[in-house]
């Protein structure tokens, strides 16, 4: 995905949510997909797990989401 590319993905997204990738893997990838998702803060929060986790309540935090090539597939 280009810059133009992922700005045009962006600019249809909210404008004041959270934006969010996925970490503590080494290396990078091109981005593959921008996507809103819900989440929650992590309820066993550890230095190598994230700060948020997937979120299926009603009072979910909506954020944007950048998924890379290789990274999960049901994100």
Do not use: C
């Amino acid at each position: 995905m280009t810059v133009a590319e992922l700005v045009e993905e962006l600019k249809r997204m909210p404008q004041d949510a959270l934006v969010v990738a996925e970490g503590y893997e080494d290396g990078y990838d091109t981005v593959k997909r921008v996507s809103l998702i819900a989440v929650e803060e992590n309820p066993q929060p550890k230095w190598y797990l994230g700060k948020y986790v997937d979120s299926e309540k009603a009072d979910s935090k909506h954020v944007v989401f950048i998924n890379a090539d290789n990274k999960s597939e049901n994100k």
